[in-house]
């Protein structure tokens, strides 16, 4: 059975400092990483999709993917307060059809003041 | 504004009833999704549909229904034979394609649907 892991957490870093997050999956075969983010009570919001190995940056927010390795990261940089939330993984096996999409159960992030 | 309405945002529903979620999008998104996002279970797709007319079972159907009659709308009906629906319903689009296409999935706010 194709997986999505990430670690529950909470996590709980201090404010300013670098959040990372982290994603690994079972099928070597897997082609679309998202990250999302969800607030307690609230929908899930897009951070940020990847597609190739390496770094993809954007703002605080930087995406390592490692199909080697297979798995994928989220780096939050200069954490704030607001960042606090739940950041959910999800994997796309195939190419196009996200009636695939594979879900992670959720990281729970806590940024202390 | 672009984006994914659902309605309503907190709906109650007593035993034996069927009631159902309204889904819009202005996105001009081919695709359309409901899940079901249950504490510590993560979010489980129950239908989905990639053209008008035509939708698809997801993992967990039972007890739900759907219909596509438009590109914008994808209302879910959720049915008395569904026992334990107590639940965050969220519907998303996507575009279609392939990878790098721009196939990422955006979500409506939600709908809280709790039985009483």
């Known amino acids: 059975q194709k997986e999505v892991e990430q670690n529950s957490g909470p996590l709980s870093v201090p404010e300013g400092a670098i959040a990372s997050l982290n994603c690994t999956y079972s099928?070597?075969?897997?082609?679309?990483f998202f990250w999302y983010r969800q607030y307690s009570g609230k929908s899930p919001e897009l951070i940020m999709s990847?597609?190739s190995n390496g770094d993809k940056e954007d703002g605080r927010f930087t995406a390592q993917l490692n199909k080697a390795s297979q798995y994928v990261s989220l780096l939050i940089r200069d954490s704030q307060p607001s960042d606090s939330a739940t950041y959910l993984c999800?994997?796309?096996?195939?190419?196009?059809?996200?009636?695939?999409?594979?879900w992670g159960l959720g990281t729970s992030l806590a940024v202390n003041p | 504004d672009g984006g994914i309405t659902q309605s309503p945002k907190y709906l109650f529903r007593k035993e034996g009833q069927n009631v159902t979620l309204s889904c819009e999008q202005n996105?001009?998104?081919?695709?359309m999704y409901w899940y079901r996002q249950d504490p510590g279970q993560g979010l489980r797709l129950i239908y989905y549909?990639?053209?008008?007319?035509?939708?698809q079972k997801g993992d967990i159907a039972e007890g739900y229904s759907v219909s596509r009659e438009k590109k914008e709308s994808f209302p879910l009906t959720v049915t008395s034979a569904q026992k334990n629906p107590t639940a965050f319903y969220l519907c998303?689009?996507?575009?279609?394609?392939?990878?790098?296409?721009?196939?990422?999935?955006?979500f409506g706010e939600g709908s809280w649907l709790t039985v009483v």
């Open positions: 099928d070597r075969g897997s082609q679309s």
């Open positions: 996105l001009n998104h081919d695709a």
């Open positions: 990847i597609y």
């Open positions: 549909s990639q053209i008008v007319n035509d939708f």
């Open positions: 999800a994997v796309n096996p195939g190419a196009g059809n996200n009636r695939k999409l594979i």
């Open positions: 998303a689009s996507s575009r279609t394609g392939g990878r790098n296409s721009g196939n990422t999935i955006y």
